[in-house]
């Protein structure tokens, strides 16, 4: 039986498959079972901004698998001391201290009772085609019906305003409002960048009012914008950051970083068995040395700048508008996305959806020039055919 037939059989179900058997990567490419080469542009949906096997963190890892790997957090370790000690250095000025966990849905589920516990108060506030995640927490606050609706009664408290209309936000903040989560970028929600105008605005409001203000850089965060984190470009300085995808360098981890507001949290609060265990903190630090050494933050800025301009001087009727920033890109066509991301795949270009008429492109912030050219030049192709 196949990889693909064998999966299928025992899968969950709950995944809409592109009939591919990825079985090794290197770099910006990976392998199907054929023996088929294929550029990544999905990267783990963002989990693998150092491409695949990033030689310095599958070091990392081997030797970290080889000393310890699992320690709770009721015991400290080094490598999470030193873990926490790197993120918190890096982060947008007044991070304080941290949470460490397994997944982004994970990070957003902290960061929101986190918000209550501080404030005491019950309202959530987030935006319209905004996504947060899964679980009930991280649900509540995602705007798709598609995602809730099957699990609804969803968590009380949240509402949700349109993006970027600071007005709306104006009026939804108040005196029950426990924080604003907002995402800098949208990414499931079609590549959508907030304004500098709402994201600070929605800063002053929290402050105004006493809320907190969440940043939700599961997606973004970690260079992916051409700053290590998006919070950057507009100055921000969250009560909350939510992190994860490629912060383990494809190891599963999460964060939420907390503002000098939160302070230390009562003890027994919040918890979790795996977060923060040393092989993670392990992949994470070799992680942020390579961000580091290897420049990745420029690299995606500089060859986030050329992508944008070529995929904007692509003359097709197809093409609604193309949005970006760094290396988050996406094309919004008007028609479906779907045949489009199927044609690039059989041409060997594989490439996300971001929602039913966005084609995301999440290239690894190390892939070659060359590589990155051959991505444009097929989406140039099936846009243009
Ligand atoms: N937040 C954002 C902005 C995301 O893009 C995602 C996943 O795509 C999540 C949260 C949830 O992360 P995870 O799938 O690791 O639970």
């Not at 599958?58 to 015991?75: D, N, R, W, Y």
């Not at 899964?134 to 993006?163: C, D, I, M, N, Q």
């Not at 300085?237 to 000098?260: N, Q, R, T």
């Amino acid at each position: 039986m196949s990889i693909i037939d064998s999966e299928s059989r025992r899968d969950s179900g709950v995944y809409p498959k592109r009939g591919l058997a990825l079985v090794r990567g290197e770099g910006a490419l990976v392998w199907d079972e054929t023996g088929r080469r294929y550029i990544d542009c999905v990267t783990g949906i963002g989990a693998a901004n150092l491409g695949h096997g990033h030689p310095r963190v599958v070091e990392a890892i081997q030797k970290q698998a080889q000393t310890l790997m699992v320690v709770p957090g009721i015991f400290s370790n080094d490598r999470r001391a030193e873990l926490l000690e790197r993120l918190i250095s890096a982060a947008p000025p007044g991070i304080e201290r941290a949470f460490l966990s397994n997944s982004g849905t994970e990070a957003v589920e902290g960061a929101l009772k986190f918000a209550r516990l501080h404030t005491g108060r019950p309202g959530f506030i987030a935006a319209m085609c905004g996504f947060h995640g899964r679980t009930f927490g991280a649900l509540s606050a995602t705007w798709s019906k598609t995602y809730r609706k099957p699990f609804e009664p969803l968590v009380p408290g949240f509402s949700h305003v349109p993006f970027n209309n600071l007005e709306a936000l104006d009026r939804a903040v108040n005196s029950e409002t426990a924080a604003v989560i907002l995402e800098v970028v949208q990414g499931e929600g079609g590549i959508r960048l907030g304004s500098r105008e709402f994201l600070r605005g929605a800063q002053e409001l929290c402050r105004e009012r006493g809320a907190l203000l969440i940043v939700d850089e599961v997606q973004t965060g970690l260079g992916r914008t051409g700053r290590l984190f998006a919070c950057e470009h507009h100055d921000l300085h969250p009560d909350l950051l939510c992190l994860a995808k490629s912060l383990g360098g494809g190891i599963p981890m999460g964060a939420v970083l907390m503002g000098e507001r939160l302070g230390e949290l009562p003890r027994k609060v919040h918890g979790s068995t795996l977060g923060g265990n040393p092989l993670a903190c392990a992949a994470a630090l070799a992680t942020l040395d390579v961000i580091r050494d290897e420049g990745l933050v420029e690299r995606a800025a500089s060859l986030g700048e050329r992508a944008l301009q070529q995929l904007r001087g692509i003359e097709s009727d197809r093409i609604r508008e193309v949005r970006g920033l760094g290396l988050f890109l996406g094309v919004e066509l008007k028609e479906k996305a779907s045949p489009f991301v199927r044609r690039l795949q059989e041409n060997g270009v594989l490439v996300l959806q971001a929602g039913p008429t966005v084609i995301r492109l999440l290239p690894p912030l190390v892939i070659p020039e060359g590589d990155l050219q051959q991505v444009l030049d097929a989406l140039r192709e099936v846009l243009t055919g």
